[in-house]
């Protein structure tokens, strides 16, 4: 049972990845139909070829041996990605936090889950997932196999009370043990969804391969702010080497702390974790369902440096996948550029990297123009529909925009000296 088990949550991030995951639950995403038909337009052909942008060699690395991707896993992977069964309830799939047209998030501040439950996290977009090291935002599971497990049992998302219910309630749909049996002809290790979804063809990655024109003046001048006056790059890097524009580590940028107490919250979290740490599943419910989920990094590792602090995100198809942060607090890059360009938010455990950046106006929107011209070309038409709508928010909706911070009229730490609130 549990060899079977292993094999249903190993295959659900081959879903993910093989057919491009979308959202087909209970919250008014897109029907299942339009989902799927979305799913063939952008999916490559040839599943079994390294994708645009990878080279081969290093793809085969990312590959388990015995889990090559074949039509017979595609159509398994995906039936069991759109599958509501594997809900408690019957109203949740895995598509259900990762619409393929929402950049295969789901556009909520926090995800929602069974019986209409709100967790405390930002869906992360699963395209390129298989090319990073560890998984959530705060880097609680290691590998595809083990997050692909995690919302299934948990209790806020998918609900399952045991890995046995889930075995039990899959055992009786007639479909199952033949799909198995063609794409595997036998068990499967856990856990490979999530590898088929790349998408790094972007104007971007024509602009490098010398084509000037295929990036705006305003965007090609937003490249060069990103890599000198606005050190994004710091953080965010960028290159042949390393194409998703992330240094996959985890830093404190201050969006917390606009209304959370670190200090309280890492004693309350050291009684809850205790002295010999938590189980992977406490961990996913502290994350998900209690104030604690605000101290990110810190839940997994317990280092003081580490309170406060998030994995920080790709920069692929980010257009895409507003509102972001790990709280889904900011709403447009507009304001993503705003809490940066003041210096994020002071506390005692902010990364030392954060710092005013003095950004014009006219640099602000060539960064984010840069930022736009990073979504893979199958995306245009979402794209820009995220670009006309993100900018008509911000031309009325600036909440973080503070020119004296980011122009250091003003020092943050003058503000905590006179118990100045901003």
């Keep these: 049972m549990t060899g079977r088990l292993n094999a249903i949550l190993w295959i659900l991030p081959f879903v993910f990845l093989a057919r491009w995951c979308q959202r087909a639950g209970a919250q008014g995403d897109a029907r299942e139909g339009e989902q799927r038909r979305q799913l063939q337009s952008l999916r490559s052909p040839d599943a079994e070829s390294a994708p645009r942008g990878i080279d081969p060699e290093i793809w085969k690395t990312l590959i388990p041996p015995d889990n090559s991707p074949t039509p017979a896993r595609v159509e398994l992977g995906e039936k069991l990605y759109f599958d509501r069964k594997l809900s408690r309830d019957g109203s949740v799939s895995c598509s259900t936090c990762h619409d393929v047209r929402k950049g295969f998030s789901d556009s909520r501040p926090v995800s929602e889950g069974i019986g209409a ?3 405390r996290r930002n869906a992360p977009s699963t395209i390129n997932a298989a090319l990073h090291r560890d998984m959530f935002w705060d880097g ?12 299934i049992l948990n209790p806020i998302e998918m609900g399952q009370p045991s890995k046995e219910a889930v075995v039990r309630t899959l055992a009786g749909d007639p479909d199952y043990p033949r799909l198995f049996k063609e794409a595997y002809g036998r068990e499967p290790n856990y856990g490979d969804l999530e590898r088929t979804l790349i998408f790094l063809d972007s104007p971007f990655d024509e602009f490098l391969n010398g084509r000037t024109e295929a990036l705006s003046p305003d965007a090609r001048e937003g490249w060069r702010l990103f890599s000198g006056k606005g050190r994004c790059v710091a953080c965010h890097r960028l290159n042949a080497s390393n194409p998703l524009g992330t240094d996959f580590l985890y830093h404190n940028i201050g969006v917390a702390a606009r209304s959370k107490d670190f200090e309280a919250l890492a004693r309350k979290a050291s009684g809850e974790l205790g002295d010999a740490g938590a189980s992977k599943e406490t961990l996913d419910k502290l994350a998900l369902e209690t104030d604690l989920s605000e101290l990110g990094r810190f839940l997994v590792t317990r280092r003081r440096a580490d309170i406060g602090a998030f ?7 980010i257009g895409l996948t507003a509102p972001y942060m790990h709280d889904g607090s900011l709403q447009t890059l507009w304001d993503v550029m705003d809490h940066y360009n003041k ?3 002071a506390n005692s455990f902010l990364d030392g990297g954060i710092e005013p950046l003095a950004l014009s106006e006219k640099e602000v929107d060539q960064i984010i123009a840069f930022l736009f011209a990073l979504t893979d070309k199958r995306f245009d038409e979402e794209n820009e529909a995220a670009r006309r709508k993100q900018g008509e928010r911000a031309r009325t909706t600036r909440p973080l925009r503070d020119l004296d911070l980011s122009l250091r009229k003003v020092l943050p730490f003058e503000d ?7």
């Design 311 to 317: 994995k920080t995100q790709q920069l692929r198809n």
């Design 343 to 345: 210096g994020g938010e």
């Design 140 to 151: 609680r599971a290691a590998s595809l196999e083990e997050q692909a497990g995690l919302p």
């Design 117 to 119: 439950k709100l967790g």
């Design 416 to 422: 905590r000296v006179v118990e100045r609130k901003r």
